[in-house]
């Protein structure tokens, strides 16, 4: 059994209040459709849980439509398009295999290049939507949301921004963002695998992946996934709770850094020099693959990620840090912590024994740490 779970990037653990309220749900046999009082009850925990997703996002409770999942709604999204997308380099696999958009650079700090993504809207018939994510699931590089929402309706483009990885971790304002639709994802933030959802601005409409019956307002179709969806809710709630809880995971995050610094003065973090989620480092040490550390920390009890969580268990160099101008090999040598809501500082200390063995073996120099 892993000993310290550092991968909440990929899969945060399930929050109590999630559990109760995802069991609690099953119990419904209610169709949220029907109109008798089984189905009646149903409606109300969706609604409810809608109320609760839109309250983390800064949305409007009407705007929010439920999917399976931030792929779903990322592909929901992108349909939207009539003369193609434009997205930022590092953006989530969900988005650049949806569609083969066109691709605006990365900085060397990890964020979008602002005024190349401004001359790649010049000109007419250019792209209609702009994709640019709030955080990216990698570095942690917050991206500048605002200014690209602004920069694309000036060139007459929509902007949809996935906060899958930034929803829960820092504050959320959609309004606030200019962004005329965003993703979400329940399992990012505790909340149960398999239910996500699409914000719209007021006005802006997609057209269905999924055609049947009138669900979500026939914007998708099929019966709602009752459980999940409160699991969902529920784990919004929390997050939203526990949003002041992130300047402690953050100070723990900062700690984790100066020890693996003091182990091995030559780890390289990648998107530090941004703003970052308070939760996630990215790094490597030359020489020491990232399969090899990742497979190595295991070993040890300690569960961290290597580039995306969504490539089938294949570990490749990572197109962010290649978008960022890190080169191959040492794209090849990173690996993601990311720390969450039930992180304490014994996981720190188990991560840390653990980076120490691993740079013993492989003949790393080690001092104490402090």
């Keep these: 059994m892993t000993a310290s779970y550092l991968d909440y990037n990929a899969t945060a653990p399930l929050r109590p209040e999630a559990r109760n309220a995802l069991i609690a749900a099953l119990e419904h046999p209610g169709n949220a459709s029907s109109i ?5 009850a149903a409606r109300q925990e969706v609604e409810a849980a809608r109320e609760a997703v839109a309250a983390l996002a800064g949305a409007r409770p009407e705007r929010v439509i439920f999917t399976a999942g931030g792929t779903e709604a990322n592909n929901l999204a992108l349909r939207a ?6 997205a930022s380099a590092g953006e989530h696999d969900s988005v ?16 979008v290049d602002l005024a190349r993504l401004e001359s790649l809207l010049d000109g007419e018939g250019g792209p209609d939507v702009v994709a640019v994510m709030l955080a990216n699931n990698e570095t942690g590089a917050i991206q500048p949301v ?7 309706h000036a060139h007459d483009a929509i902007l949809h921004c996935d906060a899958v990885q930034a929803a829960g971790k820092i504050p959320v304002d959609f309004t606030a963002l200019g962004a005329d639709s965003m993703s979400l994802s ?8 398999g239910a996500g959802a699409l914000i719209l601005a007021e006005g802006h409409e997609v057209e269905p992946l ?3 019956g009138g669900q979500e307002r026939n914007r998708r179709a099929g019966t709602e996934n009752l459980a999940a969806i409160a699991g969902f809710g529920a784990a919004a709630r929390a997050a939203l709770r526990d949003l002041d809880r992130m300047l402690e995971i953050g100070a723990l995050r900062d ?5 693996v610094l003091d182990l091995a003065p030559e780890a390289r973090f990648h998107g530090s020099a941004a703003p970052r989620l308070p939760n996630t480092s990215c790094f490597g040490v030359a020489g020491l693959a990232a399969e090899t550390l990742v497979m190595a920390l295991d070993l040890s009890g300690v569960a961290v990620g290597a580039g995306s969580a969504c490539s089938s268990g294949k570990l490749a160099p990572s197109h962010v840090l290649r978008a960022m101008g890190t080169g191959e090999a040492r794209a090849a040598e990173a690996i993601r912590v990311s720390l969450g809501w039930a992180s304490t500082g014994e996981d720190i200390a188990c991560f840390i024994a653990a980076w120490r063995a691993c740079l013993s073996r492989c003949g790393k120099p080690k001092r104490a740490a402090v």
Excluded at 96 to 111: D, F
């Design 255 to 259: 700690g984790l850094e100066r020890q």
């Design 146 to 152: 605002a200014e690209a929402a602004r920069i694309a």
């Design 96 to 111: 650049l295999r949806a569609c083969e958009p066109a691709l605006a650079p990365l900085t060397p700090k990890g964020i």
């Design 36 to 40: 008798h009082s089984f189905g009646r």
């Design 210 to 212: 999924l055609r049947g």
């Design 81 to 86: 398009a009539r003369r193609g997308v434009l």
């Design 186 to 193: 329940a399992h990012k933030l505790g909340g149960p695998q």
